[in-house]
């Protein structure tokens, strides 16, 4: 067996290899600032539903009130994950016989990524909150 030991052999990556590469990397960028705003929407999400917990004596309040202090949150936060109008479609609340309840926050968005391909991104944050 004969080895070609030939100092201009090729080193590295060559012209297919490095655009293959390339197009890795800049549609894995592409998603990354696509959808990362969305992930921090969705924390603001969870420090308005901190907001609400931490409400002196919420477990009290009725729908509505606590509707408005989870809006109140994203509005000074400038984010919209839905229509304040639409709050108690993705906003649930069950209240437990012991005074304490549950809330949770579901909604949905979709995001275009190119021509017709899009990403559905499901969200749903919970928070318990025990009688005072």
């Known amino acids: 067996m004969k080895f070609n030991n030939n100092k201009h052999q090729q ?11 390339l197009f890795v990397l800049l549609f894995s960028v592409m998603v990354f600032v696509k959808l990362f705003p969305l992930y ?4 603001i999400v969870d420090k308005a539903l901190e907001k609400v917990k931490k409400t002196p004596n919420v477990t009290m309040r009725n729908d509505r009130q606590i509707y408005r202090i989870f809006m109140s949150t994203m509005d000074q936060e400038h984010v919209d994950v839905f229509e304040e109008s639409e709050a108690q479609q993705h906003i649930d609340i069950v209240r437990y016989d012991d005074e304490g309840m549950e809330i949770t926050v579901k909604y949905k968005k979709i995001v275009p990524l190119i021509a017709n391909v899009s ?3 499901e969200f749903k944050n919970t928070i318990s909150i025990d009688a005072p």
Do not use: E, H, P, V
């Not at 080193?11 to 590469?21: D, E, H, T």
């Open 11 to 21: 080193r590295g990556m060559g012209l297919i290899s490095g655009s293959i590469a």
């Open 40 to 43: 921090m929407d969705n924390m």
């Open 119 to 121: 990403f559905l991104l």
